[in-house]
């Protein structure tokens, strides 16, 4: 049963640039989450979702969209990076249940 | 809002020894669930232990285990026999009672298990 696949592994980008970063759930879960997790700090939540619509939203700026695909499957865009921006993206899905979050081995991006 | 704090950056522990993992948080809700991840070298985050709020009892999981004090919003991980395979960063994590709620981290303990 595959878990969580999240791709690329690691990724540089250029200030200015956008970037999409790409999460496949497992299977059986219909919700996507994102998290970006900087260095040396906990996770902090991105977005989430259901049924092909954001549903939950955390304090981050409008550069960070995303899309979730017919297949639950979903992407994490950013336009503009920044420096600030350089961190791991953590995709995370569950079905439905706070007890089914399933994590990625995340994307490390470095924008430069 | 809610927060999560974890006041030990840092740990180190003997294998075979027993290591408590401190983790406060903030909430004006009376149901919730609380988390313990484990984020080895691999960057994966792995669920250690969970506890919902409701339930009395503590949490345990193999040698994992929860002392969870509501009216103090305290919630240790204590992991007993540690081993060499333990040593990584465990998170902290809070959730709401809906049916997907977002999880809030704290920053994490980096916990090393020495032979």
């Known amino acids: 049963d595959a878990g969580v696949t999240q791709s690329p592994t690691h990724l540089i980008k250029t200030r200015g640039q956008q970037v999409t970063l790409r999460c496949s759930p497992k299977?059986?879960?219909?919700?996507v989450s994102w998290y970006q997790q900087a260095l040396g700090q906990g996770p902090q939540f991105i977005f989430q979702y259901y049924e092909e619509e954001e549903r939950q939203r955390g304090n981050f700026p409008d550069r960070f969209s995303g899309h979730q695909f017919p297949n639950y499957s979903s992407e994490l865009n950013v336009n503009a990076l920044l420096l600030g921006d350089s961190a791991l993206y953590l995709c995370?899905?569950?079905?439905?249940?706070?007890?089914?979050?399933?994590f990625g081995s995340g994307t490390r991006l470095t924008v430069v | 809002a809610q927060t999560v704090t974890q006041s030990q950056p840092e740990m180190s522990v003997q294998e075979a020894e027993t290591v408590t993992l401190s983790c406060t948080y903030d909430t004006s809700e009376n149901n919730y669930y609380l988390f313990w991840y484990k984020q080895p070298p691999s960057r994966q985050m792995i669920l250690v232990i969970r506890q919902e709020a409701y339930k009395q009892q503590n949490a345990t999981e193999n040698r994992f285990s929860v002392n969870f004090q509501k009216a103090a919003k305290s919630f240790s991980l204590k992991i007993s026999d540690s081993q060499l395979g333990d040593t990584a960063m465990y998170f902290c994590?809070?959730?709401?009672?809906?049916?997907?709620?977002?999880?809030?981290f704290g920053k994490g303990t980096k916990l090393t298990v020495n032979p």
């Open positions: 995370a899905s569950s079905f439905r249940t706070i007890y089914g979050y399933t």
């Open positions: 994590a809070f959730s709401g009672e809906g049916g997907s709620e977002k999880l809030v």
């Open positions: 299977s059986g879960h219909d919700t």
